[in-house]
């Protein structure tokens, strides 16, 4: 097979839902980066994997999945080309075990070396790092990416096993992220990011977010991606219901409160394993403590506004902007301020209530 045909079935099948299509433009996506939005080539170094996770459409048991591996060389000359003709602007390199992590891993950091030192490639680079490697590698990982990952698959041990029985959480995942953290201090431009599969092995959303809650305090990671689980004919989870993607929606916004907005996993879900799906999750905390509001917006401190429903934190700036100059007394004094109708019904302007009013912007 020629460098050509092996990039464009490398970066299909690393990109599950591209599995049968014939275009490779189809399988370049735009990802936001440290560098901005740049268009993406997602792709492996081989589909060879000597592990027998579950889930997974590279699982050496899937007779299936065509068995391809690309040397370092041809990939680096095969992505130069696509970043030369201005097709992408990065890569996204991941790849299934083969002979050992490290020598996998070698392959990989091989690639992006001659991408950097031969071709001068200046570019965005996303390296995935391979369960089992020595922390002298991650460290090599890290040193020619702009960004590495592990990804956790499942919130807890127990959940993990049920999936990969192959891989640990705490005995393997857990302690390389925590050295990646360590090494990421020396570059402070350069992060890690995670990814989990959602319903496949009968996790809580619960389980999800306290564990993302523990990521983000306790290990710095920069984001965690939520998969919605699809079943992959071939594989022992084949006959198991794909999540909704529902779900995988609720769980990016409850994220995004606990990552940005100071909130914890308890406090968004209130005592339940399961987020409602289609609800807002601030506006849903906010029902269930409505002894904190309405909350006096011209005294309300940043961290307090951010809690509100409907406010965001340009919202809460601009809010503090404008009472600055003078106090907020009335809708009007809210004027051009976004989702104002769902903001009334938690505030008070100078003691105040409006929230039933009917006011158009
Ligand atoms: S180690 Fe990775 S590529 Fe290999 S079977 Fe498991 S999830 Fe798939």
């Not at 200046?122 to 991650?138: A, C």
């Not at 959303?205 to 290990?219: A, G, M, Q, W």
Request: aromatic residues 8%.
């Amino acid at each position: 097979m020629d460098r050509e045909k092996k990039i464009n079935l490398l970066s299909r099948l690393a990109l599950f839902e591209c599995e049968r299509s014939p275009n490779l433009d189809r399988c370049i996506y735009d990802a936001k980066t440290q560098r901005g939005r740049v268009p993406i080539l997602k792709v492996l170094q081989s589909t060879y994997c000597d592990r027998n996770c579950d889930y997974c459409v590279f699982r050496r048991d899937r007779e299936k999945t065509p068995k391809v591996y690309i040397d370092p060389e041809d990939l680096a000359k095969g992505f130069w080309e696509l970043y030369t003709k201005g097709r992408v602007k990065g890569i996204f390199l991941s790849s299934g075990i083969f002979i050992h992590p490290e020598v996998t891993m070698e392959k990989m950091i091989d690639t992006v070396k001659i991408l950097r030192d031969r071709y001068g490639y200046r570019g965005y680079v996303h390296l995935k790092i391979m369960p089992g490697v020595s922390v002298q590698t991650v460290e090599e990982a890290v040193k020619v990416a702009d960004r590495v990952s592990i990804n956790i698959e499942a919130p807890t041990e127990k959940r993990l096993k049920a999936i990969a029985k192959g891989k640990s959480l705490l005995g393997d995942i857990i302690p390389k992220m925590k050295e990646v953290a360590k090494i990421l201090e020396s570059f402070p431009a350069k992060d890690q990011t995670t990814q989990v599969i959602v319903g496949a092995g009968g996790e809580t959303d619960r389980e999800i977010l306290k564990t993302s809650e523990f990521l983000y305090r306790e290990i710095g990671v920069k984001r965690v991606y939520y998969s919605p689980f699809r079943p992959v004919d071939g594989t022992p989870m084949e006959n198991l219901p794909p999540c909704p993607e529902a779900r995988g929606r609720a769980l990016y916004r409850a994220d995004f409160l606990i990552r940005d907005y100071g909130f914890t996993a308890e406090e968004i879900l209130g005592g339940k394993d399961f987020l409602e799906l289609g609800k807002d999750p601030k506006e849903t905390w906010a029902k269930r403590n409505q002894d904190l509001f309405p909350v006096e917006i011209n005294r309300a401190d940043f961290e307090t506004l951010i809690r509100i429903p409907g406010v965001g934190k340009r919202t809460a700036e601009e809010i503090i902007r404008r009472r600055l100059r003078s106090a907020i007394r009335k809708p009007e004094d809210l004027k051009g301020i976004r989702n104002l109708k769902k903001i009334l019904r938690y505030v008070t302007l100078m003691g105040r209530y409006y929230g039933e009013v009917k006011y158009s912007r």
